[in-house]
């Protein structure tokens, strides 16, 4: 240390109090990065302990009469028009909060409920998401937890995907889209059920893709059949979630790789 | 007088106490901004131009580093808008008043006063240590979840604070270093002024150029703390939940905001920025036309016109500043009364920087001119200035400025105030006081091509600009404004869709910034070659001036000055008819060999009437 | 080289470098608490009726601390008389004093902030009205006032607990001590019904029973929840800014004194005359956090 007032000696020591400083004050600036670097590298990865070849299948039908769907909030558009000229589709003038057919209902999430984390199985693709004609499309969808979803943009115009995750631990992000770009990727960490995807600029664009820990999930077709594969065989419970119609869980068993279940779910009362 | 210690490279470059190391570590660093900054306008008036296609040359690279947003080398619209906040904040907060205030501030003010430093060395160093890491905060912000900031320069809530970015908060933190290190400079600056003037120095014997940086300095200690209150308010918005700004009944994307408290104000920010944002642009202004009085004063070998009346009118414009800031807010719906208030002090501060313009011109009149590349320079500004004041009388008054708002007049209205105007005194300065700096001078040839090329090259980008907003095109459109455009299917017939005729514009804006970014190229090279081989000066005082930072060695030692200074007189004693002194010199520190000398610096003695040199004495 | 002016006076000013310094350094934090409060004024005009809420911060506690800083900056002065007397020995004991002061100052603060982090506003989504719960009116006289909202302690829960956090946890009521303050009326309002209340004979709801005799409120009735946070609204918002920033003020300033009080002290026997002039620029800096303290006090507290 400096014994007398040196200024060699005070020097040196000015330059390492200010160095201390100044590294200080850089990784305030940085951790944040490294934070959160690490914290995406630090997981340990999981076992896959349910494999097999057996699947669930089945059918969900709707009980009562559905409400009369709400007029959505077009705006006029002239290059989404054109662009579902292109697609030969329309524009969507309602909402589409219950989709039957033949008695069906579509886009109910059908998942298994109270098993263990799953990994992605291999070969997995991404789970893809149009923007067509100013739709999103399928509307309603699933992936796994650290599965990639993919949106691509095939109008002549600029989307913007604002994803609102209510999960702590899935990150809201808004990301535009011009046309003919590439498509645009979200990884979600958290399992949710119906995160919501909209677009800023045309207010009528939705679309909700749950998010699960496993990959023993499906979304119900517009007729109410749905199929889940590559369980081995065994007691499930399996749960059949609708946007607005509630939710059933049913148990049922995989025996030589076959198990159905048709669950019945009822219009809430007004 | 100056003591010769072993100091070691870190501790005589790095973390230097010396405020001429610490002016050119300020002026290398704030270039480097000035230089990000006009890249990213480079790569936004692309997009402009092109909507849609992948930027050229360095598409590739953009996307490497930027990832999605750039994806094949496309400008994404939300990676434009952050390019264009950042290009905001960049170029005023981390390039110019880094450049006008810490860099000329700090090399100059010392040596035009007559000390042997600053009065706060180390606080010296402190403040250029607090703005590196700011600055390098706001370029992280490019590479982290989000991107960079997105919500304009301004950062108004209640999106600044939705908006998904963690950018936005990188850029609130960078801020408060920012803001932190103007602090500090200012103290430095106005005690230095008010303390260390050599004897004889008397307040009306400053150079013009210490007048403005003394003005700035108050600007910036006074304007900036109520910003930094409210990026500690936007903050603890983001990060803690708190409502300072969010107003009840806020909707988000089509949904009530929930988790909120509601019972703040978007105003209270619109408020407390501008308070800054007005003395901010005065800020950048006042110390270039500092510069460019004392370029102008060197060469028409003249005494300035009118030092009392600059003097009162910068003194005025200070003041003023602090009075004006709502003119930025007239179309928030304020009340005729408030708005008629500051419409008034709006146009009452013209009338001192009208005051500044034409006594800077005057002094042209009868002037013995000598087109030197800093003087040319110098009366660019003077008609840059005169465009941009003038065009920005619409928007003092209310009822125009509702239609000019937010449009690209006013772009091209304070474009042409800071780029042909403030950029072009500081290319003045460095070309003039480079010789003082380095010990050689600059390459004329290269410097002609530098000024002739940006001068071309700044009116044509931003004169269409004042064309495009008087037609009624708005700013920050990431596709150039072809949503609003006749050319769009959906606005046929539409009365005041923007014509192909403006659109075009943008066609010869983008040309026009490419060109003006190779004319820099000389510039960069001439910069480091002159300061390795260029030409070395033939004396102290290469431009014959008058003021005291001529009277060191070159580059001047650590302490400047090698005598004791005593100052005799006003600081521009060009061709004065009273002159005592002999008309003939063989001091080779003035330059003249022999030559008549037409000048007399300020701490030359006065000669007696016997025409001995009066006693060194301190003078009152 | 050699910096004029540090220690000596320039004659035509009067002063010494850093005095400007400090100086001016003060006017930059002038206009920093300046906008702070500015941000206060602006809110609190802005406020919806009754939303903004008085008498819940503890008077009695903030007067007190009021008199420690007033005592502390006394302490200071005159420490620097003492200092320019020569006397180092008895300028040791005041600073020791005033350090003591300043944490006293920090730990009631802190007791304050803790204080308000364990203590709820709990938002009905149906009203309560003061028939049924008296404790809860206030200084109201009406019985059927509709009772929106209910201030207190929650019996077992902490600081920072939200109602997502005691959903977690399994609760299904909450047993709240509601606050004897009621923040529906300010001080000025509660002393007018006081007189009122004298004058007249008709009294508050809640004047006959215990002011706090818990409530029990349901999980499901709960439409928001928060603790006394900066979250909680604007109020605690600019509370907790204002004083938060005052108290790293505070910390800053007494961290100055200690540094000049014990490493620093060599300067005293180098160049006393230098170690004076820092004294008393803290000093001048210890004045002005002091002099905030002064405005807060009041404008939180009192109005």
């Known amino acids: ?237 399996v749960k059949f979630k609708h946007r607005k119609a509630g939710e059933q869980v049913k148990e049922v068993e995989v025996k030589d790789g076959k198990a159905t279940v048709d669950v019945v779910l009822k219009v809430p009362a007004a | 007088m100056t003591a010769s210690h072993e100091l070691g490279f870190v501790r005589k470059y790095i973390f230097s106490v010396d405020h001429k190391v610490i002016g050119i570590q300020y002026l290398l660093t704030s270039l480097t901004f000035l230089l990000i900054g006009l890249t990213l306008m480079l790569m936004m008036r692309w997009q402009i131009a092109n909507p849609g296609q992948p930027v050229p040359v360095v598409g590739g690279l953009l996307e490497s580093a930027l990832g999605e947003p750039a994806g094949e080398g496309k400008i994404s619209a ?142 910036l200690l006074l304007a900036f703390p109520p910003l930094e209150a409210g990026c500690i308010l936007q903050l603890m918005d983001r990060l803690a939940g708190t409502s300072f700004f969010m107003p009840h009944g806020l909707v988000v994307s089509g949904q009530p905001a929930t988790g909120l408290s509601g019972g703040g104000s978007p105003l209270l920010w619109q408020h407390l920025f501008w308070f800054l944002g007005h003395p901010e642009v005065y800020v950048l202004v006042l110390a270039p036309m500092g510069i460019v009085t004392e370029v102008i004063a060197n060469n028409t070998r003249k005494p300035i016109w009118g030092y009392r009346y600059l003097v009162g009118s910068v003194l005025a414009i200070g003041f003023l500043s602090m009075v004006v800031w709502a003119h930025h807010m007239f179309v928030t719906g304020m009340g005729a009364g408030i708005a008629t208030f500051f419409q008034t002090t709006t146009t009452i501060i013209s009338i001192p920087s009208v005051v500044i313009m034409t006594c800077l011109m005057l002094s042209l009149w009868g002037g013995s001119i000598r087109f030197t590349v800093p003087m040319l320079f110098a009366l660019a500004f003077l008609s840059a200035f005169g465009i941009g004041g003038l065009t920005g009388l619409p928007m003092a008054l209310p009822m125009s400025d509702v239609a000019l708002h937010d449009s690209y007049y006013i772009i091209g209205h304070f474009h042409y105030l800071v780029a042909p105007g403030t950029i072009f005194a500081v290319f003045a300065g460095i070309y003039y006081w480079f010789p003082k700096a380095t010990g050689r001078h ?101 431009w014959q001036a008058t003021t005291l930072e001529w009277q060191t060695p070159t580059p001047p030692p650590h302490g400047n000055f090698v005598q004791e200074m005593f100052v005799y007189r006003e600081p521009y004693a060009y061709s004065l008819s009273h002159s005592t002194q002999p008309l003939t010199s063989t001091r080779k520190s003035n330059g003249s060999n022999g030559k008549i000398l037409d000048f007399e610096t300020q701490n030359q003695p006065v000669a007696m009437a016997n025409g001995n040199p009066a006693k060194q004495e301190a003078p009152v | 080289m050699k910096i004029p002016y540090t220690s000596e006076i320039r004659e035509d000013t009067g002063l010494y ?203 499901s009735h709960i439409a928001r929840m928060s603790a006394f946070v900066p979250k909680h609204g604007t109020f605690f918002a600019t509370y907790f800014t204002l004083t938060g920033l005052h108290a790293l003020h505070v910390v800053g300033g007494a961290l100055a004194f200690a540094f000049i009080l014990w490493p620093g002290a060599r300067m005293w026997r180098d160049d006393p005359k230098r170690y004076t002039n820092s004294v008393e620029c803290v000093g001048l800096f210890w004045h002005f956090v002091d002099l905030v303290w002064i405005f807060l006090f009041p404008i939180l507290y009192l109005l």
């Open chain 1, 1 to 237: 240390m400096c014994k007398h007032m040196e200024r060699k000696c005070l020097t040196g020591r000015w330059a390492k109090q200010a160095l201390m400083t100044l590294s200080l004050l850089s990784m305030i600036a940085i951790s944040p990065i490294l934070v959160g670097c690490s914290s995406k590298s630090a997981k340990p990865p999981i076992k896959a302990t349910l494999v097999g070849k057996g699947t669930i299948g089945g059918r969900v039908t709707l009980e009562g009469t559905p409400p009369k769907e709400q007029m959505l909030p077009i705006t006029t558009d002239a290059s989404c028009t054109a662009s579902c000229k292109k697609h030969g589709t329309e524009l969507p003038r309602y909402t589409r909060t219950y989709v039957t057919k033949d008695g069906g209902l579509g886009d109910v999430l059908v998942t298994l409920i109270d098993i263990p984390p799953q990994p992605i199985p291999e070969g997995t693709a991404a789970l893809t998401i149009d923007q067509r004609g100013c739709e999103y499309h399928p509307y309603v969808a699933a992936c796994q937890v650290g599965q990639t979803v993919h949106v691509t943009n095939e109008d002549p115009l600029t989307h913007n995907i604002h994803t609102l995750p209510k999960v702590s631990g899935n990150k809201e992000v808004n990301k535009s889209q011009a046309e003919g770009s590439k498509p645009l990727e979200f990884v979600y960490d958290k399992p949710e059920e119906f995160l919501q995807f909209k677009c800023d600029v045309h207010p009528w664009m939705f679309s909700y893709v749950s998010v699960i820990n496993h990959p023993f999930f499906a979304v119900t077709s517009e007729d109410g059949h749905f199929e889940i594969k590559g369980l081995p065989d065994g007691k499930y419970k």
């Open chain 2, 442 to 542: 600059m390459n004329q040839k290269l410097g002609h091509v530098h000024f002739w090329g940006s001068l071309v090259c700044m009116n044509l980008i931003f004169f269409p600009m004042l064309i495009q907003g008087l037609a009624g095109m708005e700013r920050r459109m990431s596709d150039g404004g072809y949503n609003y455009s006749a050319a769009h299917p959906s606005n046929e017939g539409v009365v005041g869709a923007l014509s192909g005729t403006v659109m075009q514009l943008n066609g010869v804006i983008g040309w026009a910034v490419l060109a003006l970014g190779a004319f820099q190229l000389p510039f960069i090279y001439n910069f480091f070659s002159s300061a390795f081989a260029g030409r070395r000066v033939e004396s102290d005082n290469p």
């Open chain 2, 78 to 219: 939300d990676l434009y808008n952050s390019f264009g906040a950042m290009h905001g904040t960049i170029m005023i907060f981390l390039g110019v008043v880094p450049l006008v205030f810490g860099a000329f501030g700090n090399y100059l003010v010392p040596l035009q006063v007559g000390a042997g430093d600053m009065a706060f060395p180390k606080m010296n160093m402190l403040s250029y240590w607090l703005y590196v890491p700011g600055g390098l905060i706001m370029l992280v912000s490019f590479f982290v979840p989000g991107g960079a900031a997105q919500a304009g320069w301004t950062s108004y809530p209640p999106l600044a604070t939705i908006i998904p970015t963690d950018g936005q908060t990188y850029w609130l933190v960078a801020m408060l270093f920012i803001i932190t290190s103007s602090l500090l400079g200012s103290i430095n600056i106005i005690t230095t002024v008010i303390q260390l003037r050599v004897p004889g120095l008397t307040w009306m014997r400053l150079p013009f150029f210490v007048w403005t940086e003394f003005v700035t300095a108050f600007l």
């Open chain 3, 17 to 219: 470098n850093a005095k400007i310094g400090m100086w001016l350094f003060l006017a930059s934090e002038v206009m920093l608490f300046g906008g702070l409060f500015s941000a206060y004024v602006f809110l609190r005009i802005g406020a919806r009726e009754g939303e903004w809420p008085h008498g819940l911060l503890n008077i009695p506690i903030g007067a007190f601390n009021t008199l420690v800083l007033i005592t502390s900056s006394l302490t200071v002065a005159l420490s620097w008389t003492t200092l320019k007397a020569g006397d180092f020995q008895r300028y040791r004991r005041l600073q020791i004093v005033t350090l003591v002061c300043a944490a006293l100052f920090l730990g009631i603060k802190s007791w304050e902030y803790y204080d308000k982090f364990s203590h709820y506003e709990i938002w009905l989504n149906k009203p309560l009205t003061a028939k049924e719960y008296p404790q809860l009116a206030g200084h109201s006289t009406e019985a059927d006032l509709p009772i929106t909202s209910v201030v207190g302690h929650i019996e077992g829960v902490g600081p920072f607990e939200t109602l997502a956090s005691l959903q977690e946890a399994g609760m299904s009521t909450v047993k709240i001590h509601p606050d004897a303050f009621h923040y529906r009326l300010t001080a000025l309002q509660q002393a007018e019904r006081r007189k009122v209340e004298k004058a007249t004979g008709v009294r508050a709801v809640h004047a006959e029973t215990d002011e706090h005799a818990n409530v029990s409120i349901d999980v």
